[in-house]
């Protein structure tokens, strides 16, 4: 499947840093238990994906976990697609690079005063039903990095 890098960090990279974060030993989900082992990793990728900030477009092409692709694609406010053959794949790219032309940012300063690292969901909406709006679900609450102002 491609990868649509965004800053510097692709999906394969996600799932290998969740490994080591979360524990995993076996690279590859367990003879035994193959769907526990692989529940598991999809659930540190995606909280990996949460924490790293990060838009994930999902391409899927042919017989391939929607429900996947599509948790890490809308959790990350990016967009999931699925096509059957790969002619169908240019489209596809076509209307990614049209949406990451058309972004918006948005910013906000959080009343959050307990960086416990939790994970605060946020909703952002719009008035007009005409907009289709795709935004991260949430945020970590930690603290920022040394050299930079925490949020009052």
Known sequence: MPVV???GVSGPQLVRRADQRFGAEDPEPSPDRPEEALR?????GLEEAKGQNVLLYGIGLGDVRKSVLKEFSETTGGRAFFVGKASELAEV???IAEELRRQYYLSYATTNNKWDGRFIKLEVKSDNP???VRAR???FAVRAAIGTAPPK
């Open 137 to 139: 679900r949430g945020y």
């Open 93 to 95: 790219y076509r209307k």
């Open 40 to 44: 598991v990793r999809i659930k540190g």
């Open 5 to 7: 890098e965004e800053a």
């Open 130 to 132: 005409d907009w289709t």
